[in-house]
Every structure is written in C-alpha cells, then in structure tokens.
C-alpha cells in the first residue's frame, strides 16, 4: 500500500507546518518520504534516489496540497549523477564529520545537502573542517593525466586523503544537461590545456565511453609504482 498514514490525520490534530526546512523535511517523513533521498532547497526538492526516497506520485500530490510553492523535481539524469557521487562519497565520508564546502557551487550543494542526514555530517563554508570537499569533474580529472603526460611529468593524478570528490566521476555534459533543465548556470573545464582537450575531443569521437577507462587504467598504473 502506497500510503502508510492516515490523511485525516492532519486535519483532526489540526497541526500546522511552516515553510521552514525543519517542517518541511518533518512533513516529508510523516508522509512516508525518505528524506535521505532528496536534496532540500526552499524552492525545490529534487530527487536522488526515486526508490529509495519512496516519493511516490501520491506521496507528491500530498506534500503538494500542503506545499503547492515548492517544486518537486524528478529528473532522471539527476538521479544517475547522484548514483554515480554516492559510489564515491560512501566510501570517502567519516559520519559525523565536518566537510568545507566550495563556494557557489550549486551542483555540489545539491549532492552533499542528504549527506547532513544519511551521513550527519555538518557543511561548512570557513573554520575547521574534517574534509574539504574538491569539485573536480571526471573531464578535467582526465585532461590533468594527459596533460601529465605529453609534458613529460608522468601520471598527475594524486587524490588527497582530507578531500572528497562528489563529481570526480561525472562527465561534464552530464552536468551541464541537467543544470540546463534546472535553469542554472553551466560550469566549464578547469583544464584549459589545448593539447589534451583535442586529444580528449579525438577520443570521444572514437570511443564515447573511454574517460572511466583512462581514469582506472591510470590508478592501475600509480598503485603499481607505489608498491614497487
């Protein structure tokens, strides 16, 4: 049964629910939804995970009757980037911990904004942290080891043991696509380096899906040299 409250409920205790993430997120649980599941804006709930969230569609129709402002977004290439982050983020997050976020990113708010609950983790923007968050894309990750590599200065490829990386697996058009959806502003490479972008350009003409395969070959080959 999709619903596992009582409707009526609400209207008998007569409770009443402000606009404020506390009540909204509360709301959400009393209706059955998961919130370690969605990412919380004032404007917006976006989904990360459909099955998981249980945000069913008459889960939505009752948290739109009390909240018609705020927008649920279900978008399915949303939910693969937040698929891919979690791959990373479940084994690099300490519970608990506090994470140093970048400024102005939107897409990483979005992605590490369930990890307050999933994980209890605390976001913060100056002061001590745990771990910093690096917003560093599978695109620029791969042009950095092939920069590396036509200057003659080997794999440059060296993760930190303070930082995470939410999107180091995300393509960038991946991205892009869905901040179009969104309306937001679209982010760039970092790597500006002319030669291993054409040869990045020249790849993806030839093999779409050789960016994950350039990244583990080259783990593959810095874990080889550490142990020799």
């Keep these: 049964m999709d619903l596992m409250f009582n409707v009526s409920g609400f209207n008998e205790e007569k409770e009443e629910f402000s606009t404020s993430k506390k ?30 969230s249980k945000f069913s569609r008459t889960r939505q129709a009752t948290f739109n ?3 018609p402002d705020i927008e649920v977004v279900r978008n399915s290439l949303f939910q693969k980037i937040c698929s891919k982050s979690s791959k990373h983020l479940a084994l690099e997050i300490e519970p608990n911990s506090s994470i140093l976020m970048p400024d102005d990113n939107f897409i990483i708010e979005l992605i ?3 990890y307050t609950r999933k994980y209890g983790v605390k976001l913060v923007y100056e002061g001590d ?11 620029d990750q791969v042009n950095d080891i092939f920069e590396g590599i036509f200057s003659g200065d080997g794999l440059n490829f060296s993760k930190k043991s303070d930082e995470i990386y939410p999107l180091i697996n995300v393509p960038l058009d991946w991205i892009n696509s869905f901040l179009e959806m969104d309306n ?22 030839v093999a779409p899906q050789y960016k994950e395969n350039v990244v583990k070959a080259a783990q593959f080959i810095e874990e080889k040299l550490e142990t020799e």
């Design 184 to 205: 937001q502003e679209l982010i760039e490479n970092k790597n500006k380096n002319e030669l291993a972008i054409s040869f990045s350009e020249f790849l993806e003409d």
């Design 112 to 114: 590490m904004e369930p």
């Design 65 to 67: 009757k009390q909240y």
């Design 129 to 139: 942290y745990d771990l910093k968050v690096n917003p560093l894309i599978l695109d």
């Design 23 to 52: 009540d909204v997120l509360k709301f959400l649980k009393i209706i059955g939804v998961d919130s370690r599941f969605i990412s919380y804006t004032p404007q917006k709930i976006y989904i990360n995970n459909l099955r998981f």
